[in-house]
């Protein structure tokens, strides 16, 4: 039973984390390149720079990636990477919803 309750709360922590589309995009794309700077993602995603850095700040809480603060030519550089726990469970919920669209497919057929 308590198995059972403890993965009901480690799917409602990433649904919580991973539903939001902005930090499902943020996820996505540091999985592919591995790592991306603040302005990269700022771009690809057109958020605000104060909307950006909220989602990263849940995604760091969460512990899926980590920052590194640096100056690069006397200009501050923020580079984010993605964690190991941020690639298990980012695994984890998409198998979530690949089973969920499975079972619609199976249904429709």
Do not use: C, W
């Not at 198995?3 to 943020?26: C, G, M």
């Not at 592919?32 to 700077?37: I, L, P, T, Y």
């Not at 771009?43 to 990263?56: D, E, I, P, Q, V």
């Not at 809480?61 to 726990?85: D, G, L």
């Amino acid at each position: 039973m308590e198995k059972k309750a403890n993965q009901s709360e480690n799917r409602a922590h990433l649904e919580k984390v991973f539903q939001v589309p902005a930090r499902l995009k943020i996820m996505s794309i540091l999985i592919v390149q591995k790592k991306a700077d603040f302005s990269e993602l700022i771009h690809a995603l057109g958020l605000t720079r104060g909307n950006l850095s909220m989602h990263m700040k849940m995604l760091e809480e969460s512990k899926y990636i980590s920052i590194k603060k640096q100056f690069v030519k006397n200009r501050p550089k923020t580079t984010y990477t993605i964690t190991v726990r941020g690639k298990r469970d980012f695994q984890i919920y998409i198998d979530m919803l690949e089973s969920i669209i499975a079972t619609i497919k199976k249904r429709e057929e």
